[in-house]
């Protein structure tokens, strides 16, 4: 700029051509600064992770979630351990349906009513009495067929109490 001033164009100008002259000056740093801004912006962009190239529709995402879910159930079906506790996998899915399980359930109805000890609802068509167990089988399989883990519940709170270990009888 300060060559400018001291130009002989610069001193033989009228102040119209001085004002063309800075104006001219301003636009080429103003061109200069949104060339950089624009490589950065770029650069930016060249950084970014790809974007998918197409969205999936809803029944491509429902196909997908249950292969994934047919995977993991084939991975778990892998490492699942037996259990036995009086000859009785414990681990299994059809635990609930053996004669050993079922006898149990009537001696803890009968030992503890058929009354939910969290909230106290009694038991009837419309909601059934739930035997849960007190520490969750899947943690203490060992403790499936011990009546002193088990507690009359309704399904509302059974589903709300969940695999975590939380005693009403107290």
């Given at each position: 700029m300060d060559d400018l001033y001291n130009s002989e164009a610069w001193i033989k100008a009228t102040p119209r051509q001085r004002q063309d002259f800075i104006s001219k000056l301003s636009a080429n740093k103003r061109m200069e600064q949104d060339k950089l801004k624009e490589e950065r912006r770029l650069k930016k962009i060249a950084d970014r992770q790809p974007t998918p190239a197409k969205k999936k529709s809803?029944?491509?995402?429902?196909?997908?979630?249950?292969f994934q879910r047919?995977?993991?159930?084939?991975?778990?079906?892998?490492?699942?351990?037996?259990?036995?506790v009086n000859n009785v996998d414990v681990i299994a899915a059809d635990f609930l349906s053996s004669p050993e399980w079922r006898s149990l359930r009537l001696l803890a109805i009968q030992k503890y009513g058929s009354t939910c000890l969290s909230c106290g609802r009694e038991a009837t068509k419309r909601f059934p009495i739930n035997i849960d167990h007190v520490k969750p089988r899947k943690y203490f399989p060992e403790l499936a067929l011990d009546i002193n883990n088990l507690q009359p519940?309704?399904?509302?709170?059974?589903?709300?109490?969940?695999?975590?270990?939380?005693?009403?009888?107290?």
């Open positions: 809803k029944r491509q995402k429902r196909k997908e979630q249950i047919q995977i993991r159930q084939a991975d778990r079906s892998k490492f699942v351990k037996t259990v036995r519940l309704c399904g509302k709170c059974n589903k709300r109490k969940g695999n975590k270990t939380i005693d009403y009888r107290i």
